[in-house]
């Protein structure tokens, strides 16, 4: 039997990269410090069932926007004991490059996405090369071939993935963009690109790369009710992540435990 409250959430950074800050808020002051992105991929495992939340960006994609992996996110994941042919699911959160390369590498997994996810990645909007930029064409296809192979779970708005794990769709930086809310009570949210960093919250700012500025302010405005109701938010590129969580191996800077299953 599945337990609400009995998943095991992990982070696994895959890559990191210090962008100017013009790069990193949509108002940044050109006089500020630089700053550092971390990318991460999550995995939520309870028994056999093994969640992984966005599948990292491909090394060759990476490195043409000059961002060189860490470790493969499926390497990543071995190091943690799992083998990528027993993740049952995949969940992404929005199909930009960094967050859904790798997609057929998880052969036996179903993938959960946003109808509005896969209208925007495809329609009208990728006419426009600014609206396109984040996303890399081959894992859009990948994404499509795997419609045409019965490997996708289209989902429209809230759902319930398994007891504990709810997907939340919040659209704004891209637009069909969900987040995973893990437990119930003072539950655990893997916000991705809601939330790039903690401190846009606080500040009210936003990444400059964004489908719909309104639905993105309107996203951080349910984040804070979450807040208020108890929910902790894990920011999608935020290296303090690494400094506030414990590591799951004290040799391993890379990978926090976000959550331990309540026994
Ligand atoms: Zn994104
Ligand atoms: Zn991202």
Request: charged share 25%; hydrophobic share 45%; aromatic share 8%.
């Amino acid at each position: 039997m599945i337990r609400p409250d009995a998943w095991d959430v992990v982070a696994l950074r895959y890559a990191s990269k210090t962008l100017p800050s013009a790069h990193l808020a949509l108002d940044a002051d050109p006089h500020e410090a630089d700053g550092q992105l971390d990318y991460f991929v999550w995995v939520c495992r309870q028994g056999d069932r093994i969640v992984l939340v966005d599948t990292g960006f491909e090394a060759g994609e990476g490195s043409r926007r000059g961002r060189a992996l860490i470790l493969d996110p499926v390497e990543g994941l071995a190091r943690l004991g799992i083998a990528a042919e027993a993740v049952t699911d995949v969940f992404i959160t929005h199909l930009h490059y960094d967050h859904a390369g790798n997609l057929s590498r998880f052969p036996n997994a179903r993938v959960h996405l946003q109808d509005a996810e896969m209208a925007y990645a495809t329609g009208r909007c990728m006419c426009h090369a600014r609206m396109r930029k984040p996303f890399s064409v081959a894992d859009v296809v990948t994404a499509v071939e795997l419609v045409y192979k019965d490997r996708v779970v289209f989902h429209d708005g809230d759902f319930r993935l398994y007891p504990g794990l709810s997907g939340k769709l919040v659209g704004g930086h891209s637009k069909g963009l969900q987040m995973l809310v893990i437990g119930e009570a003072a539950p655990l949210v893997l916000a991705s690109d809601a939330l790039h960093l903690s401190r846009y919250l606080d500040d009210d700012r936003i990444f400059p790369a964004f489908g719909d500025y309104l639905a993105t302010v309107e996203g951080y405005r349910v984040l804070r009710e979450m807040i208020v109701e108890g929910a902790e938010i894990v920011p999608g590129h935020d290296p303090d992540v690494l400094r506030h969580y414990g590591r799951v191996d004290p040799r391993w800077e890379d990978a926090v435990r976000l959550r331990a299953p309540v026994v």
